[in-house]
């Protein structure tokens, strides 16, 4: 990468397309080493497909639904019974995912939500959202 002054930066494809594939980890790249990878985790326990089922069910879901909101809010699409209809049902595909999260895990929803809720209450201990405790959390505050 060539920079200078007032000058557009500019990229060799080419280097990029190396940084990446020596900045990508053997798992990523090598079904072998995958399915290793996959073989250590469920020895240990994990129960990699529902996580894996959890992990891009929930990606997808929550894509739909942001998909809406954005439609409604700078696409002009209306703020409809049909349209909130649409927006529960897609809280619903998430959910759904959710609950495949808390099986993998061996959890529940309360447990999740305490959980959220005592960190959230020691982040914010006046009961309040605060812009300076959102942005410079004390460590551990994940």
């Known amino acids: 990468m060539t920079v200078t002054p007032n000058q557009e930066q500019v990229i ?4 990029y397309l190396d940084f990446v594939y020596k900045t990508t980890s053997a798992p990523s790249t090598d079904f072998y080493v995958l399915k290793e990878r996959i073989d250590e985790l469920q020895r240990e326990g994990a129960d990699v497909a529902r996580l894996a089922t959890a992990a891009f069910g929930l990606s997808a879901e929550a894509g739909e ?17 049909e349209n909130i209809f649409h927006m529960k049902r897609e ?10 999260a808390c099986m993998a895990l061996d959890t529940s929803f309360d447990e999740i939500l305490k959980m959220n809720y005592e960190k959230l209450s020691a982040r914010f201990p006046e009961g309040y959202f605060d812009v300076y405790r959102s942005e410079n959390r004390v460590k551990g505050d994940v």
């Open 91 to 100: 809280l619903g595909d998430i959910m759904w995912y959710m609950a495949q």
């Open 65 to 81: 639904f942001t998909e809406i909101v954005k439609k409604i809010i700078l696409q002009g699409k209306p703020y409809s019974e």
């Open 12 to 15: 060799d494809y080419d280097k």
